[in-house]
């Protein structure tokens, strides 16, 4: 075999070895007994044996080999009980150790080797074999590392190879230097006698899940350090409500029920603010203005680039807007790039570039309140109600002489928008300034307005009636609509702007 392996020839023909290689006519091993009593060789009824084994040589050398073999879930990171996270120090800079029965030698992250300044040397094993088959090339080998692990420092050999979870994975080349170890995974530990004295390494316990930022993402997907990305997406039914759905979510049990049922029918005859608007909202006062500097050029920003998945969605988002009646197409001489912001709920937010408008843009100063200055008017209240616009912004007109500056460019074609688009400078102050101006009967009095956010809030339930009445009838008279899957009516404790309100007062 040895013979035949240096020629570079397959174990059992003299055919040339390659990967897959199957000898031609196949090989047979007949298995024969030799018969204690006698020296002939016995055979069942005098005929062949009925057992054969065919034998092929195997698809790589692994079998035949030192080849380094790294497990699937030390490369990747995932934990299972077969592997212990330890601490420890490389130079007294801390690295995160992965033990693993699995491996078979020693392995470092690539980019951890270069952040250490370790000198790399060509290694003679120029591929890794991972558990599920796969083959890694590896990117050579760093040797007599200083490894400290509690008290105690190794030399060790380390393979540079891109492992996830973890900066190093520590194999079976390393652990028969320890002798008897003992593992105890349910309180993550490892014990074992090194130079005579009695060792004891604790793990790392695992860590809870966190949120993670975008430049968090970026920053991992730069550096390698995560082997994948979930995404998880909750599609929700964008059918209007029917009337039976508008029944009030009643949050406080004590509520009386004469509240739930007048409450019932007053939602029922104001089932209109809460449709799905159609056309264009009516023309206002505070229709939005774009005023532009003195003597300010036209903006033309050229698209940006799409990937094909992104150019599809802005297809479907703008053929949507066209049909609703919110944009047209447009001969302006302004332009502006498209971008798309997922929502919370995994769908695409269609928005515009306008940084290079907004710059020309003269800046208005509409005090925008705070959120400390409107909780202070909530002393006493006992019932709160929450309303929020759908697509607030989409229900202010741009004020003619300025739709010609909304305009935005895709990889498919030139539009303006007829209503207050996203991402204009002077946007919230114009919808701040409408929201109060429509609901100044009641603001200070029972009702709170943070943008498209509306609170109403009163001292009994009876007089929490009276008041959604009169808020339900501005929506109607000024043509506002609701979304009624983000409104809550009548509750004792209710979320608002980041803070938990009821009787008692405000919870951060």
């Known amino acids: 075999m040895a013979a035949q392996r240096e020629r570079g020839l397959c174990y059992n023909c003299d055919a040339k070895f390659t990967k897959g290689h199957r000898c031609n006519p196949p090989q047979f091993l007949c298995i024969m007994i030799q018969d204690e009593d006698s020296d002939d060789i016995l055979y069942d009824h005098q005929e062949p044996p009925e057992v054969t084994v065919e034998t092929e040589p195997p698809d790589t050398e692994l079998e035949l080999d030192n080849t380094p073999c790294i497990s699937y879930h030390a490369l990747n990171g995932f934990l299972v009980p077969s592997t212990l996270k330890i601490a420890g120090k490389i130079f007294g800079k801390p690295v995160v150790v992965l033990i693993d029965s699995g491996s078979t030698n020693n392995f470092i992250q690539t980019r951890w080797a270069h952040h250490l300044s370790l000198p790399v040397q060509p290694s003679s094993h120029l591929k890794v074999t991972v558990g599920n088959g796969e083959t890694l090339t590896c990117g050579g080998e760093c040797l007599q590392v200083p490894l400290q692990l509690g008290d105690t420092v190794f030399q060790v050999d380390l393979l540079l190879l891109s492992v996830f979870g973890a900066d190093i994975v520590l194999g079976i080349h390393w652990l028969p230097q320890l002798g008897q170890i003992v593992f105890d995974y349910n309180e993550l530990w490892m014990e074992f006698t090194c130079d005579g004295v009695r060792t004891r390494l604790q793990g790392i316990k695992q860590t809870n899940l966190h949120d993670s930022t975008n430049s968090s993402l970026r920053r991992q997907l730069h550096t390698n350090t995560v082997s994948q990305f979930l995404h998880i997406s909750i599609s929700l039914d964008e059918t209007p409500p ?133 909780l202070d008017e909530l002393a006493n209240a006992q019932v709160f109600s929450k309303l929020d616009l759908r697509s607030g912004y989409h229900q202010v007109r741009i004020h003619p002489s300025d739709i010609e500056k909304s305009a935005f460019r895709t990889h498919e074609g030139h539009y303006e928008f007829l209503v207050m688009p996203f991402g204009l400078s002077n946007a919230p102050s114009t919808f701040q300034a409408l929201m109060q101006s429509i609901f100044r009967p009641a603001i200070r009095r029972f009702a709170l307005v943070f943008f498209d956010d509306i609170l109403i809030y009163s001292t009994s339930w009876e007089s929490h009636l009276e008041h959604l009445q009169l808020i339900f009838s501005l929506f109607r008279a000024h043509k506002l609509f609701a979304k009624r899957t983000k409104c809550a009516f009548g509750c004792s404790s209710i979320n608002y702007l980041g803070h938990k309100i009821s009787g008692r007062g405000v919870e951060s």
Not at 249 to 265: K, R, S, Y
Not at 269 to 295: A, K, M, N, Q, T
Request: charged share 25%.
């Open 242 to 374: 029917k009337h039976h759905s508008l029944t009030p979510v009643i949050v406080d049990a004590t509520a009386p029920q004469l509240f739930a049922d007048q409450l019932h029918d007053l939602l029922s005859r104001y089932e209109d603010i809460f449709s799905v608007p159609i056309g264009l909202p009516p023309v206002r006062e505070f229709d939005h203005r774009i005023p532009l500097l003195p003597s300010a050029a036209p903006v033309n920003v050229r698209p940006y680039r799409y990937p094909h998945s992104q150019k599809a969605e802005i297809e479907r988002l703008v053929g949507d807007m066209l049909t609703e009646g919110i944009i047209r197409p447009s001969s302006s001489p302004f332009s502006s790039p498209v971008i798309l912001v997922k929502k919370k709920d995994g769908s695409w937010r269609f928005c515009v570039d306008y940084r290079a408008l907004n710059t020309i843009t003269v800046k208005d100063r509409f005090p925008i309140p705070t959120v400390e200055e409107l």
